[in-house]
Nanobody, 124 residues
Framework: QVQLVESGGGLVQAGGSLRLSCAAS????????MGWFRQAPGKEREFVAA????????VYADSVKGRFTISRDNAKATLYLQMSSLKPEDTAVYYC?????????????????WGQGTQVTVAS
């Protein structure tokens, strides 16, 4: 099991930017595929972005494509989500997640370990 702690959430005006971080510990970070998910009030949790072990492959939800960038630093055992051109509909609790994965793969589901979440609020 890997322990995950998100940070970097907050209140931002529409059109603004935020960078979320997710610090991992407990297992070899570079052996885990990583993802970001979000859950808005009254809605189900949804996939946002995912990244392969090396960071060479990424996938995004259509709603954030071109505005969000997922990246990772295996030396620092940290996952990032750079969010730009934020919209009020991006308001949610954002979670990072991990799952053991083979090299070269990137997946949108089946994650086994989750952080506690960080709140992102985008004001109009």
């Amino acid at each position: 099991q890997v322990q995950l702690v998100e940070s970097g959430g907050g209140l931002v005006q529409a059109g603004g930017s935020l960078r979320l971080s997710c610090a991992a510990s407990g297992r070899t970070f570079s052996r885990y595929g990583m993802g970001w998910f979000r859950q808005a009030p009254g809605k189900e949790r949804e996939f946002v972005a995912a990244i392969s072990l090396s960071g060479g492959r990424t996938v995004y939800a259509d709603s954030v494509k071109g505005r969000f960038t997922i990246s990772r630093d295996n030396a620092k055992a940290t996952l990032y989500l750079q969010m730009s051109s934020l919209k009020p509909e991006d308001t949610a609790v954002y979670y990072c997640a991990a799952r053991p994965l083979g090299p070269g793969l990137v997946v949108t589901g089946g994650y086994s370990d989750w952080g506690q979440g960080t709140q992102v609020t985008v004001a109009s």
